[in-house]
């Protein structure tokens, strides 16, 4: 039985439950690069993906993906 076939029961809730194989294939496949990228406190969404934009003297600049400095 596939992932997939099992989400039927949730009805309209399902994508947001769980992500369609394409969608997480495409995901996994997505590089990280742990030295550009990192997770910042956000007061919004407790955690925003960021990329690292610059380091200098134990300071690091982050732009988070939605374009906050």
């Given at each position: 039985m596939s992932g997939d076939?099992?989400?039927e029961v949730f009805g309209?809730?399902?994508p947001y439950l769980r992500k369609s194989e394409k969608e997480?294939?495409?995901a996994?496949?997505?590089p990280f690069d742990?030295?550009?990228y990192c997770f910042v406190a956000d007061p919004e969404m407790?955690?925003?993906r960021?990329?690292?934009r610059a380091a200098q003297d134990g300071k690091i600049t982050?732009?988070?993906?939605?374009?906050?400095?």
């Open positions: 076939a099992g989400m309209e809730a399902a997480r294939i495409q996994q496949n997505q742990a030295k550009t407790v955690y925003a960021g990329r690292i982050v732009e988070t993906e939605d374009g906050r400095v």
